[in-house]
């Protein structure tokens, strides 16, 4: 089973294997104008106010003692540090083996939590849209993050290396430098 955590409007479950029970938690506001896929399961819940593990609980669905995939892409940097320790225990919450797909920003050279490439003036329309950059950590940092909710910390892949994998190499100068955002995968072993 897949839960895609704070989905909005992407559109991964479309393109997971058909035999995957998929789950999508996000804010029922963001659910009502979406469409259920095919094959998933919509999970309404405001995490501002509820816990991931009380919106799985009440989805019977959910197997709490079957192995779990959990994405968090484009979340965790929207969160301040305590939210995100939440978040990370909820998510190692249960009986079954865990396993955490996540994108998170690193800080730049001079400490901000920002994609790296990002101008000035789109960190004043995210501070003004109210959508500011809250959390980011160095992969060395987030290691130990991780380990602080029992999981261990399996691949951290760069953009440079994903544009440099997927990419042919004259269309590398597409993205000519680092992003700043990594992609995450840590296990936690089934208890």
């Given at each position: ?13 479309a393109?997971l ?16 104008f979406r ?6 399961t919509l ?14 609980h ?26 995100v ?16 797909v996540?994108?998170?920003v690193?800080?730049?050279?001079d ?14 329309i995210m ?5 500011p ?14 380990e ?7 691949t ?11 990419l ?21 072993p089934?208890?």
């Amino acid at each position: 089973q897949v839960v895609l955590v704070g989905a909005g409007f992407d559109m991964l479950s479309a393109t997971l294997p058909k035999h995957v029970r998929v789950f999508e938690v996000d804010h029922p506001g963001t659910q009502s104008f979406r469409g259920t896929p095919d094959g998933v399961t919509l999970v309404p819940a405001d995490l501002a106010k509820e816990s991931l593990s009380g919106a799985l609980h009440r989805e019977p669905a959910f197997d709490r003692n079957v192995a779990a995939v959990f994405v968090a892409e484009g979340l965790l940097m929207y969160l301040d540090e305590a939210a995100v320790h939440r978040v990370l225990a909820q998510l190692a919450d249960g009986p079954g083996a865990r396993t955490l797909v996540l994108t998170i920003v690193t800080p730049d050279t001079d400490g901000r939590v920002r994609l790296h490439s990002q101008r000035r003036v789109v960190d004043w329309i995210m501070r003004f849209i109210d959508e500011p950059f809250l959390w980011g950590e160095a992969p060395a940092e987030l290691e130990r993050t991780l380990e602080r909710h029992g999981f261990s910390l399996e691949t951290v892949t760069t953009t440079m290396e994903l544009r440099d994998e997927l990419l042919p190499p004259n269309a590398h100068g597409r993205l000519p430098r680092s992003s700043g955002e990594v992609i995450v995968v840590a296990r936690k072993p089934e208890t």
